[in-house]
């Protein structure tokens, strides 16, 4: 964990077809959640699904996992060592990922202290932070080839970061939601080791207030794509979609070198950002 302080829909179906969908899910007795989690609603529609879970299952030592491990929505919360709901740094997780694991349908509640940690290469599908702790998920593989991915969920309230990079390679996040943050994504600034980080989002909204989506280190050569992406309530359009920094590995507060899209580090156009 890093001290560094610091998303054109072409999914669109039509409202018929929308209509259609959604309709014979409410005859099979679907919630907005579980159309969420199955997919049935595009990342627009989902961003609206917000679980509202009625077990809380009290986490007081980190639950780490290979495989799949299926919350069933249900809100897991810190509690005893793991609940002192403060954000400060080095707060251990409610549920580390060893390489390759899913953690799908979860909700995670206050307090949440450092969230997730993902090891390797891992899935985090329609997983949702009501208020973010320290961060809501840490990347820190430390292969180029790990891929991590967010699908579905969503978070709130992050004074901070929400994503935080610190390994190597591809986090690509779908169909996410956040609103009331600082960063969505950080590429870890620095880190004492400092890696390549590339960075996909398809199909996000963006609520804010909140200061930037995206931040990363072009002189270590990490990319941010962003398509899809949907910025809601920023009227001064005062969220940075993306910016880039001059990275290092002493622990020094980063400088910020640009933002906007330049086709290298930041690559989107205009049209890939819209503000409703």
Known sequence: ?????????????????????????????????????????????????????????????????????????????????????GQGENQAPLFTLKDGAVLKNVVIGAPAGDGVHCLGSCTL???????????????????????????????????????????????????????????????CGNCSKQYKRTIVLDGVDATAPGKQLVGINSNYGDTATLRNVRIHGDKGRKLQPCAHYQGNSSGKEPKQLGKGPDGSFCRYAASDVTYR
Do not use: C
């Open 1 to 85: 964990m890093s001290s560094t302080t610091q998303p054109r829909a072409r999914h669109r179906r039509t409202l018929t077809r929308r209509r259609a969908l959604v309709g014979g899910a409410a005859a099979l007795g679907l919630t907005g959640a579980a159309l969420a989690g199955t997919g049935l609603l595009s990342p627009a529609g989902a961003a609206s699904a917000w679980p509202a879970p009625k077990e809380n299952v009290p986490v007081t030592k980190t639950i780490t996992f290979g495989g799949t491990y299926d919350g069933k929505l249900q809100r897991f919360r810190g509690s005893g060592a793991l609940g002192d709901g």
């Open 125 to 187: 599908q329609n997983v949702w932070w009501e208020d973010v702790g320290e961060d809501a998920a840490s990347f820190k593989g430390k292969s180029a080839s790990a891929v991590y991915r967010v699908e579905g969920g969503g978070a709130r309230k992050a004074s901070d970061k929400v994503f935080q990079f610190n390994g190597a390679g591809t986090l690509r996040i779908s169909g996410f939601q956040v609103s009331d943050f600082g960063k969505l994504v950080r590429s």
